[in-house]
């Protein structure tokens, strides 16, 4: 117990429960890590995209990342309108629910799902990608460092969001401080040297163009740079992460979340413009992240430089985080709707709902492991899932105004982002499909068949329970009672008594083992015992001593007599109930369980598979 | 449930017991493919350490096997006796316990159990070498054969000795034929021409001597000759596997084996010598067994050669069997005296005592997969397992003749077995103390000392358990019952239903979990449905109604409250007992476990954990 204590904190009370809460300071650390880390692979992918462009690349930044920045704004501006729509949680499933029906809710559900696994996976193993790939000593490790960062994380949310948040917060506002000023360093020195300034490191020269710009090389590139805008919802969906006054906070953390990675987007891609920087091959040697190269160009490979790798470093291992924050509040909330197994709605010692932290660990490492670490090609899927749920939001939000009435600005700013956000979708699906769309694709009806299928079983054993009319008032005579006797102990002594102040009906039954005249002498001692020492003193006192019951057992298994007994009884005595009392040790010891037989547990388990509606089982527990 | 009745056949009722039993027919296969394996490795073993005397060892294979087939005799002649005297058991455990006491009987049993434990490891990865040298493409497979024709043997087992005699007796039989014939012809030809038989195919001449014969030389290949002694207890401890008249039965089982043994020995020197035949490095290239040369000398490598070799070779691989034999019927014995655990002793549907057949599979398998399949190292070992086994049986029965009295003749023959196997014994320890005849001498105590804590265990458990005077008349009053109560539905009825056949005294505990305005009206609501739909119909129909209580789960765990207020019932009602009924439902598909909470489970662990003497658990299985 006091292991559990010191790994995920002393139990909470449920009165404990408000004060878990937090406000937008941690809100950022804990919903913010994967917005926040996308703004490094964002513009990347984005620019990789223009590389056959060569030089010419440059011109074409600011017609990718332009969309990219109004695409954030209008989410922004609408997600601000969910979270003061639906307080309680604005997430996409909800939102879709309540405005869509149960097709639109299933559909954001299994998006959202699909996208928070995979960006485990992904978020992980990208960061430790960038972190071998700096340090290549530690590339045999990959797997195990993927495995542990998951591992921290799963333990710190384990504690709790606000743990997690505070945990974090370190490597998060480090990241934005870092960032904001070299950026803004870079910034200023284009402007003091009037667009040419002067790279401390210089960054490689740009390529030859190989092909010219085409509208569908735009677009792939916009598709590309869209996986920036994943995680902005994370944080209507942990809406009941936050502490009163909820919109205002949660409101704050998006806006702040929102405005960091709008600001880092915009900078990027005026620095990079500015110090002519552009992608570099991934597979060729070398090979330098752009926003390497981008610190390296405005301040040096000094500590600065380490300082502000080291915590994008961070940012990316941990972006996983907003995962463990989202899913499990998610599943909680399709839970309670009865499409995924009710645990998932279940708070556990520490207020958590550990279910889904736990699912969402184990599927995470099966992926890291079936993928050996390295899920580079997974990042084009998750944005999929990412801009789904965002159209299915809007779209929500459009027929929820539409139905408000009267609120015709802000039902304007939900369309347009629907209509946006679907393009967007249109176009990553088009862009991706072949390098692996194709696999949401496939992934999210098999999920939804899935909770559908939940959903049908809890429908059908809930009918199955309902009570019909008023509660009856038969059948209330007392049982028969067996109890197991094999010779007399303590413990058998124990059973008799215990039975016997369940009915006056009590029945001691023996199994013979039938074996040959040595054992029926032995039988012989078995009865004049019983009747010497248990029944001779019960008639004295003038009770009604248990019958004893020899019962063949010829397969020297005991549940099988048993039952027929049970059935025989049954026969005889119609409504009346049966009770099997059996007595059980309890070992105080693992190894005493070696030197005992598992015959109470196996003859347990026997009769609850096949025993008859009106059967109890007792057990009485020994402890020697 | 077909397929258990497929691998290992229908259930067999008590009364079935004689009829599984076997004649000597089958018994020579169940019990003798250890010993008469041995005549392959037992010769070849005694050449190995004469190859320093070149061409000179052929002068001394009598010298070495002589003093061999004379032990056999002895050992033949007393186990005939042992037969007589101990007609049940007459193993080396029995006749330790029963004239060399407690001491002698576990030495016994911890030198027969490593015994045959090493048997099975060392019997099928020997087979399992012999055949991969001869088809070297099977060798990649080596631990996988071993592994597979272990899972053979032990299904045969599960299913019965009568079954692995009859599936074993065509391989066995056939060797026996096979080198009867082959051996006959060669001392035939001995015979016929003079003593100079022209070998079909020539044996590789003999070296050139570069040693001097010793008495430690001889002495050493005395030693290594005697391994092809083991296996020749295992009729004496599997005595109840035979049927009526069992001495006859078993002495004739024994009579088979041991003159099939003896006669192989005799033939193999006589043949060896003729044939000028010797052993060769076995880490040389074009290796060949003594055996494979013998045969080929005799008959050539025609049909008669592949036959007799196959059959030599399932012999080796199956002599794991002689120890799937003995070894369960030795741990029962064991186990009935309390040095093992109880389930030793239980037989299952197939009248087999499996857990001593699965305790044999797991430890083969063990150390099979420990060596990687090759455990040649460890056939030293078991001679000595054997050979002590041999001499405390034989002081032993020395001890029996002693009691009895004037049997002056069989002591006699016994006190010679003892000497004999004590010397040789001694012989044995030393001339392999280094190659590892200490892990047996560190095995064995270690082993005594696992039995005897296992003993004081069970005597310390039998203690407590003992039912001290007559049975008390107290304590009868009706318990109070507890219900687990969330909300009114068909499974909580029938909880109720059935709590009210077991005591007036019923109260039905629903545990809040206090979590804001919602919750409490909800509350109100099950209180209202309790009064309105339970508790007026029990007043309208005269009968007192369970209470609802409403007990605070702070923690939201259910175990903790539970227990709490048992230990209040106990503080106020001192002396009676409580009963927690808890509604259990009974899922009919195995994925229905994931979709309901084990609360049930839980509750019922921690209850046995903690509960205070005066405490039941009621279960009552709702199959829905």
Redesign the interface.
């Known amino acids: 117990m006091k292991l559990i204590d010191l790994l995920f904190g002393r139990?909470?009370?449920?009165?404990e429960?408000e004060q878990r809460k937090i406000g937008w300071v941690a809100g950022v650390p804990a919903m913010g890590l994967d917005g926040l880390g996308s703004s490094s692979y964002g513009p990347e992918a984005a620019l990789t995209i223009l590389i056959p462009l060569g030089a010419a690349s440059l011109a074409y930044i600011g017609w990718v990342i332009a969309p990219i920045i109004a695409l954030l704004l209008i989410l922004y501006l609408s997600y601000r309108q969910t979270l003061l729509a639906y307080p309680t949680n604005g997430g996409a499933y909800t939102v879709a629910k309540e405005n869509l029906g149960e097709p639109g809710a299933l559909l954001a559900a299994s998006a959202l799902m699909i996208d928070y696994i995979l960006n485990v996976a992904v978020g992980i193993s990208a960061g430790v990608g960038a972190l071998t790939s700096s340090v290549p000593s530690l590339h045999p490790y990959a797997l195990w460092l993927c495995l542990g960062i998951l591992a921290l994380v799963a333990i710190a949310n384990l504690r709790g969001t606000r743990e997690a948040g505070w945990l974090f917060a370190l490597p998060t506002y480090l990241f934005l401080a870092s960032f904001a000023g070299i950026i803004g360093y870079g910034l200023f020195q284009i402007l003091a040297t009037g667009g040419n300034p002067q790279p401390v490191v210089a960054p490689p020269e740009l390529g030859r163009a190989t092909e010219a710009a085409s509208l569908w090389l735009l677009l792939r590139a916009f598709a590309a740079g869209c996986t920036a805008m994943t995680g902005v919802e994370a944080v209507a969906n942990g809406v009941d992460a936050f502490k009163e006054p909820v919109v205002r906070q949660a409101r704050a953390t998006l806006t702040v979340i929102c405005l960091s990675l709008g600001l880092l987007l915009i900078g990027i891609a005026v620095v990079a413009h500015g110090y002519r920087l552009g992608a570099m091959d991934q597979t060729a040697a070398g090979y330098q992240s752009v926003l390497s190269q981008l610190v390296g160009a405005i301040v040096g490979r000094g500590v600065l430089y380490y300082a502000a790798m080291i915590s994008l470093l961070a940012v990316l291992c941990l972006s996983a985080n907003t995962s463990f924050v989202a899913f499990p509040r998610v599943c909680r909330l399709v839970a309670l709707d009865g499409y995924l197994?009710?645990?998932f709605a279940?708070?556990?010692?520490r207020l958590v709902f550990s279910v889904g932290v736990l699912f969402l660990t184990a599927t995470g490492a099966g992926l890291l492991i079936l993928f050996d670490g390295i899920t580079d090609r997974l990042i084009p899927l998750f944005a999929i899932g990412a801009f789904l749920t965002f159209t299915l939001s809007q779209a929500g939000m459009v027929v929820h105004w539409l139905r408000e009435g009267g609120q015709r600005g802000r039902m304007l700013i939900n369309a347009l982002g629907t209509v946006t956000t679907a393009v967007a979708l249109v176009i990553i699906l088009l862009a991706k499909f072949a390098d692996g769309a194709w696999i949401v694709a496939l992934a999210v009806p098999l999920t939804i068949a899935a909770l559908v299928g939940?959903h049908r079983?809890?429908q059908h054993?809930d009918r199955?329970?309902?009570?019909?009319g008023?509660?009856?008032?038969d059948?209330?005579?007392?049982?028969t009672v067996l109890v197991a006797y094999e010779d007399?102990?303590?413990?058998t002594?124990r059973a008799?008594?215990?039975a016997?102040?369940?009915?006056p009906d009590v029945v001691a039954v023996h199994l013979l083992?039938?074996?040959g005249p040595e054992q029926e002498e032995d039988l012989r001692g078995i009865r004049e015992r019983y009747e010497a020492?248990?029944a001779?003193?019960?008639t004295a006192?003038g009770?009604t001593p248990p019958r004893l019951m020899l019962v063949p057992a010829?397969?020297?298994?005991i549940d099988g007599p048993l039952l027929d007994l049970v059935a025989k009884i049954d026969e005889a005595t119609p409504g009346?109930?049966v009770?099997i009392?059996i007595p059980?040790r309890?070992h105080r010891r693992w190894w005493?369980h070696?030197?005992?037989?598992r015959r109470a547990d196996r003859l347990?388990a026997a009769?609850?598979?096949h025993?008859g509606?009106r059967?109890?089982?007792?057990?009485?527990?020994w402890?020697?």
């Open positions: 139990r909470l009370a449920n009165r429960h197994p009710r645990s279940v708070s556990d010692r939940v079983y809890y054993a199955q329970l309902e009570a019909a008023p509660f009856s008032v059948e209330i005579d007392a049982p007399r102990n303590r413990m002594d008799l008594r215990f016997m102040t369940l009915s083992r039938l074996k020492e248990v001779a003193p019960l006192a009770m010829p397969y020297r298994e009346r109930s009770a009392l059980e309890v005493a070696i030197l005992h037989s347990r009769l609850m598979e025993a509606p059967l109890m089982i007792v057990t009485a527990p402890r020697g």
